[in-house]
């Protein structure tokens, strides 16, 4: 990939939902281009599309019609096993709510997706190691992620997105369920995990504070994408 080549490329999206008798058009010709080791907030009102749209950049969900291009490469032209081959490896995910495995330890979270891809390798576990310790975690190895505090497993649901060394972090409202302080930190070690590790973010978040933390924020509105003062 050359210097020039954009990590995401998104051109002409639309994504619509049948609502009763009436089609819902959530994207509406949707463009976006982000570079790599770029972050970028993407702000909006409640329903205006924005996990759709966070869905669609990270293929768990696809467009309606549109281009979708990763370091140049058509995505929706994959499928199957490529298409999950792309996911697990160049791309990681952190939702509101962490969807740990609650039985199992915090590292054997960090390591499920290593686990899934079949790369339980040495190296992958302790760099699962390193991870948590980088959260804050180094003593919470081998506690159930479930007798963990709130906090604390949305740091480990940090350190299991990064673990495949993903080249973009896909962030939806992960500090939303958080008490300000921790939400905070956690936003934190985001911001600092991915700019030591040259990954590029993309966070939706309704927290203009934390918005304008980022290198870009953009508000999605009618359909499509516009600058965004906070
Ligand atoms: N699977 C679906 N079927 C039908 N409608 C859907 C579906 N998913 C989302 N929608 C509708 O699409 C619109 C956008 O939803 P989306 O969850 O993307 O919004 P959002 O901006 O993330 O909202 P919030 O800030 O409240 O989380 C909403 O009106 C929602 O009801």
Redesign the pocket.
Known sequence: MSEATPLLTAQALCKS?Q?GDRR?A?LDGLDFVMAPQESCAIV?A???????LLQILGTLDRPDSGTLLFKGRDLLALSGTSLARHRNGEIGFIFQFHHLLPEFSALENVLMPARIAGKLTTATRSRAGELLERVGLGERLHHRSGELSGGEQQRVALARALVMQPALLLADEPTGNLDAESGQKVFQLLQDLSRSQGLSVIM?THNLELAEAMDRCLRLADGTLAPFQA
Do not use: F
């Open positions: 939902y609502s819902l959530v909006g409640s329903g205006s599309g924005k996990t759709t939706v």
